[in-house]
């Protein structure tokens, strides 16, 4: 990403005629909000000046404490490729800032921050983070809402014209190098209608960044082509649910510190107590990278998505993969979340929970080679494998029960998400839903 000045985002604006500027930001629940103001006021925008409601949005502030100011990073400063009705737009992320000139401690972006300045603090430069957002893309109806029909019947790196879905992926690659992402790898995906685009990693708080950016993305092209895209972790039935399996690894300037040439699996001890702290804390930190009812219907045995907390230098079935690139590239891979996380918080609790393995000396358990999904239940307790929470209702006892992740997440950010969740988990819970309709009516 451009670094900017505020001189040079007045002069840019200017050249390239923007209209408009979305100052956006995340809410609680990773999603993303704007206000618009007209180009007149970037300027006031720029010193910090523009206020909003912020007891509107999910899980910021009370409304009798509803003055929230919105402070724009430079640079995220982009001017977008397409043309809402003809009008140039332009975005700047901001930061959220109470009236008092205080960083709001609810802002999401704010919590994946402070956790970076924990790892800066133990001598680490950076968290580099690269997430693998998968999608659906679904057709529309007659009355051009969408349907749960996919749009090809297409499978796993299939093409043309099995794969009709993919010319909208390949202008959403087009449309994200515009926008000066380098986009590695697109393809289509196990299930029908689901497919893969992978863009360079970087620091924590600009992947999240980008990865907000790329779902607008995904969302626009799909609906210039007369589709529907979505992140919704398991959107249907009998096939496989989109992940957001997320690489990531630890850097001290130029050096990734998660690689040792002398070690058998050329990992330092710095990578297996990170892997050991991802490890402790899965459990607790489900609840943030699997943040919906819905996410649990993917976490299910049989359809690739990781259940068991174990790792594997080689094996895809465990949480947690180490990918064979070494040198710089060497990572690891943490395949349980999914992309209905808000990134923010996710990726704020993963590196919390490595840290605590770094600080902690943990050693993680012996890797397991074999595929996990034909063991047997005797058998995985032998190993010491303990499953992920069954679904939101024991996500959300895990997380409170663990002081490392709730520590990370601050008690604001804790408070509202524990709140809005067990308020979803009541509405499923209470609800008759088709299949008890169909398993019931007519026996009982």
């Known amino acids: 990403m451009a670094r900017y000045t505020r001189e040079e985002i007045l002069r840019e604006a200017d050249e390239a005629g923007v209209n408009f500027i979305r100052l956006q930001f ?17 300027e006031k925008a720029l010193d910090d000046k523009i206020m909003f409601d912020g007891s509107s949005i999910e899980g910021f502030v009370r409304i009798e404490e509803s003055d929230m100011y919105l402070y724009p990073d ?11 009705e003809g009008n140039v737009v332009a975005r700047l992320i901001c930061d959220i800032y109470n009236p008092d000139g205080t960083p709001f401690l609810g802002d999401p972006r704010r919590v994946l921050r402070r956790q ?39 499978s796993y790196f299939d093409l043309a014209p099995v794969d009709v879905g993919e010319n909208c992926r390949r202008d959403i690659v087009l449309l994200l190098e515009q926008m000066g992402f380098e986009v590695e790898a697109s393809h289509h995906e196990v299930a029908t209608g689901q497919h893969e685009i992978d863009f360079k990693y970087a620091d924590a708080i600009t992947t999240a960044d980008n990865l907000m950016t790329f779902k607008l993305v995904v969302r626009t092209v799909a609906q210039q082509h007369g589709l529907h895209a979505t992140f919704m972790p ?16 630890l850097f001290s300037g130029n050096e990734n ?36 009812v819905n996410s649990y219907k993917r976490l299910v045995p049989g359809y690739e998505a990781p259940v068991y907390v174990a790792w594997s230098g080689r094996n895809r079935s465990p949480l947690v993969r180490v990918p064979a690139s070494r040198g710089l590239s060497t990572r690891i891979e943490v395949r349980n979340p999914d ?22 000396e943990l050693n993680p358990p012996v890797p397991v080679d074999r595929n996990i999904y034909t ?26 029960a663990d002081a490392v992740v709730t520590e990370a997440l601050g008690e604001h950010v804790l408070t509202r998400f524990i709140e809005a969740k067990s308020i979803e988990w009541d509405m499923f819970r209470t609800q008759v839903h088709p299949w008890e309709l169909k398993q019931y009516f007519t026996m009982y």
């Open 234 to 249: 398991k959107p249907v039935f009998g096939i496989n649910g989109s992940g957001m399996h997320c690489h990531q690894s």
């Open 116 to 154: 970076v300045e924990h790892a800066k603090q133990m001598g680490f430069s950076a968290m580099n983070v690269g997430p693998e957002a998968e999608f659906f893309l679904f057709k529309l109806g007659e009355d051009h809402q969408p349907t749960t029909e996919p749009s090809d019947e297409g």
């Open 26 to 42: 995340t809410d609680l629940l990773g999603i993303l909000k704007n206000v618009e103001i007209p180009r007149n006021q970037l």
């Open 74 to 84: 430079y640079d995220t400063w982009m001017v977008f490729p397409w043309r809402p």
């Open 375 to 400: 063991m047997n239940e005797q058998e995985r307790r032998q190993e010491g494998i303990v499953s992920l929470p069954a679904d939101l209702h024991e996500a959300l006892e895990a997380l409170k």
């Open 339 to 360: 992309p209905a996380a808000n990134p923010y918080l996710a990726f704020a609790a993963m590196l919390a929970s490595g840290l605590d393995g770094i600080d902690q």
């Open 257 to 292: 510190v998660f690689y040792d040439p002398a070690d058998p699996m050329g990992l330092s001890s710095t990578a297996r107590s990170y892997i050991a702290g991802i490890l402790r804390h899965a459990r607790g930190f489900a609840a943030i990278t699997n943040p919906t």
